[in-house]
């Protein structure tokens, strides 16, 4: 059994009967990993008494892909063991969509890569920002093969997911796609 952490909140952006959305926040991990158990959005899941797909026999039960701790965003964790299976199919098949923004340093190459669409991309100084699609829900594995490092000093943001079912197809997002504007930013006098 996970330790309890009571100071621990996830929003969640979507549940239903099957599978859920939750917003992981910036420095959670998504899984209980070596000695630390605590402080993950799977253990904040738990506490809020949700069910969860293999909670009885797995310290990741129920994700369907992975952020870094270091990145933000939506995840999509099954419900039902056979909720699991079928969303971790689809993600190997490459069904399941993720739209990231990501912040880059300038000065930071990127690799073209069959696996991320790029929608829109801007410098904005010593960053740039890119809006990109791409069939990963692992952004280690992005930053790997987009920006040659899986630890690549970049910030993630995965804002909407789309989860195509039998029924239909689920598209939540933290807010709609729209172009990054064309501004200058700049360093207040102090």
């Known amino acids: 059994m996970l330790p309890v952490d009571p100071q621990l909140h996830v929003d969640l ?3 239903g009967p099957t599978f859920l959305i939750a917003d992981k926040p910036q ?11 605590v402080g993950t959005l799977v253990n904040g899941l738990l506490q809020a008494n949700r069910w969860l797909a293999e909670m009885e026999t797995s310290r990741s039960p129920g994700v369907i892909h992975l952020l870094r701790p270091q990145d933000r965003g939506l995840t999509l964790i099954a419900k039902s063991d056979e909720m699991a299976e079928q969303l971790r199919q689809s993600h190997q098949e490459g069904a399941l ?5 990501v912040q880059v340093p300038s000065s930071h190459t990127v690799t073209p890569c069959s696996a991320v669409s790029l929608f829109d991309s801007h410098p904005y100084g010593e960053i740039t920002v890119y809006d990109l699609d791409s069939p990963w829900g692992d952004t ?4 790997a093969d987009w920006l040659g490092d899986p630890n690549a000093s970049a910030n993630f943001i995965c804002y909407q997911i789309t989860v195509p079912t039998p029924a239909k197809s689920f598209q939540i997002g933290l807010g709609r796609r729209i172009l990054l504007p064309d501004i200058d930013l700049y360093t207040a006098p102090t």
């Open 13 to 15: 952006w979507y549940e």
């Open 27 to 37: 420095e959670m991990a998504v899984h209980p990993t070596g000695d630390s158990a």
């Open 140 to 143: 280690a594995r992005i930053a």
């Open 97 to 101: 969509r993720f739209s990231y923004r």
